[in-house]
């Protein structure tokens, strides 16, 4: 432990994750800020996946509540920032860690129902509840907001409803980052690529009825690098976004993908 993030109070969204071998991108980084010293409010609508993820910082040594709430609900996403005030005192940064993708389509075909239902979990979710923390950590006059969008953001044409709502990620970052720069606080997004974490191959392979080994191999294939980020990648990102270390960094879209951003011509 280097203590990075000695001190710091931290709310991840999505600190549980999709069962499976792997670990995802939301409990990596609630375990890494653990292990760097922030005391770690583990949020999921999930309430066991949260538990699971504060099981093992606990086990540890590292200090973690787990906290229930459906971010696609205003109030869900307001409850949890009360929450987190009150337990913790303060908020130093918060994660927005949730999204989906089940039933997306292209956007020829997209359903209205679907359309609706990523976009308020994916973008909705994030708006209010960066929303609710703002007023906390302009009160404070300090805190940090990073949000977890998608390389999809930037390229696909076939999952409309999430590239179009990780896209809404960036630009409301970006707008948060200048508008409340002046009260101490910062915001960035991480756009991960070809992750290996159970969300993107148990759900992706059971949707293309492809076994798990041979998605993995079509993934690793498509990255510079030669193969995917694990959700660990994506949490040693976040720690620097969050830490004091990035201090002068704010509204920047960062890639974690290994080179994938670069290969736009093949
Ligand atoms: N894995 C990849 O390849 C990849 C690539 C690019 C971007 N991402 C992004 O990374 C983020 C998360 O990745 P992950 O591996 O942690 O995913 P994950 O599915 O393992 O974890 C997300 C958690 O969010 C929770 N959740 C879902 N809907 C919720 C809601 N309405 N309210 C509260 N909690 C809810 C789930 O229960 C789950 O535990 C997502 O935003 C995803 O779009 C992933």
Known sequence: MTNRLDGKCAIIV????TPGATIGNGRAMAVLFAREGAE???????????????????AEGGRA??????????????????????????????????GIGAG??????????VWDRIMT???????????????????Q??????????????????KIAYEVSKA????????????NAKYGIRANVILPGLMDTPMAIVGISAAKGMTQEDLRALRNAKVPLGQMGTGWD?????????????????????????????????
């Open 40 to 58: 770690v409010m583990c949020v999921d609508a999930h309430l066991d996946r949260a538990q699971e993820t504060v099981a093992g910082i606990e």
């Open 168 to 179: 809404g990620m960036i630009r409301h970052i970006q707008a948060v980052a200048i508008g």
């Open 234 to 266: 994506t949490a040693y990102a976040a720690l620097f976004l969050c830490s004091d270390e990035a201090k002068f960094v704010t509204g920047v879209a960062l890639p974690v993908d290994g080179g994938a951003a670069c290969k736009v011509a093949g």
């Open 14 to 17: 999505g600190a549980g994750q």
């Open 65 to 98: 509540f787990a906290f229930e709430a459906d971010v696609s609900t205003v109030a869900g996403c307001e409850a949890l920032v009360a929450e987190g005030k009150a337990r913790m005192g303060r908020i130093d940064v918060l994660v927005n860690n949730v």
């Open 121 to 139: 979990v994916n973008l909705k979710s994030a708006v209010m509840t960066t929303k609710a923390a703002l007023n906390v950590m302009r009160e």
């Open 104 to 113: 997306d389509a292209p956007p020829h075909v997209i359903s209205e129902a």
């Open 141 to 158: 006059g300090s805190g940090v907001i990073l949000s977890i969008s998608s390389l999809a953001a930037w390229a696909g044409h076939d």
